[in-house]
């Protein structure tokens, strides 16, 4: 891999996160609630002129705005995001209590995406209209048409009250993370299913896979070596671009679960207007964003060895 170009792409990203942090600081600034008050009414407070101004002056609202961020941002990059008007705690110990969850939500959400969507898909182009192939469109239409909130209850219903296979809520062991994960997982692994299907039929019908079978080539090889690597491409470039709506499901699918996992928490700050903990939060969930779609565009480069890395080569 060209390291200039890896080089390059990570000094793009200090703009992008400089905007995010401005946008994130903004947050509070366009709050209808003046953060002073919500404080003083958290600790039960009369709200007065004189105990408004001097919670403002606490908190550091009466100075300027520019101070304000500097400061803010200083704070921030060394991993202090203020503490909780809630709890009192400070917001990275909250976060990091309820980090795992969401972890471990999302990585068996991925690994199931990968493990259902690619063989799917596979076989859904190799074996064109049958029952592979049927079955994959049945698939992928049924998660388009699910909401993520409507299937997590129905999964809840009949594997959880009608056979009792799987916990309710909570979380414990690993049997608590199957129907949030399924829930999370069908409709992104439905529309990487059927992705995977058309860049498949795509790549086989390539004038490299024909020299590769007048060679002699075994097809498994032509197709895990070749028309594979090069139909992961599109699949892999959405999943970048999906991750903030995989984010939003985790949301959903946590509260639908009752699981004590960042989205919740999250939630449950919004409605308290927990202003430090939703400045935490999105500030997060954005960096996040960013880093994801810098590893998928290095992987990317990666496995397509015909893009060019910095200047362009003359032939």
Not at 15 to 32: K, N
Not at 242 to 257: C, K, M, Q
Request: one cysteine or more; aromatic letters at 12%.
């Amino acid at each position: 891999m060209n390291r200039l170009y890896v080089v390059r792409r990570v000094l793009q990203l200090i703009p992008v996160l400089v905007g995010i942090s401005l946008l994130t600081f903004l947050l509070v600034q366009l709050m209808p609630s003046d953060p002073a008050v919500v404080v003083l009414r958290i600790m039960e407070v009369p709200v007065t002129p004189e105990s408004v101004a001097a919670m403002r002056e606490q908190l550091g609202l009466n100075r300027p705005l520019p101070i304000q961020y500097l400061d803010w941002l200083w704070h921030v990059i060394h991993l202090d995001f203020g503490n909780s008007f809630v709890t009192g705690q400070p917001v990275l110990r909250e976060i990091l209590y309820y980090l795992p969850t969401t972890l471990e939500l999302a990585f068996s959400t991925t690994v199931l995406i990968w493990f259902v969507s690619i063989p799917l898909g596979v076989l859904a182009a190799l074996y064109r209209d049958s029952i592979f192939d049927y079955g994959s469109r049945l698939f992928a239409y049924v998660g388009a048409a699910i909401p993520n909130f409507w299937l997590g209850f129905l999964l809840m219903y009949c594997f959880s009250f009608q056979l009792g296979w799987f916990p309710v809520m909570g979380r414990g062991s690993l049997l608590h993370l199957v129907l949030p994960a399924i829930t999370l997982a069908w409709s992104p692994a439905a529309v990487y299913a059927r992705l995977l299907r058309s860049s498949m039929l795509d790549s086989l019908s390539q004038n490299y896979v024909l020299y590769a079978r007048a060679r002699g080539l075994e097809e498994r090889l032509i197709v895990g070596r070749h028309v594979l690597k090069n139909a992961l491409l599109p699949v892999i470039t959405l999943f970048g671009m999906s991750i903030a709506h995989l984010l939003a499901g985790a949301v959903i699918v946590e509260n639908v679960f009752a699981l004590p996992g960042i989205g919740r928490f999250a939630v449950r700050s919004i409605l308290n207007r927990d202003y430090p903990v939703i400045q935490a939060y999105v500030c997060l969930a954005a960096v996040f964003f960013v880093m994801t779609n810098l590893v998928v565009d290095l992987t990317y480069s990666y496995l397509d060895p015909r893009i060019r890395l910095g200047k362009v080569e003359e032939s």
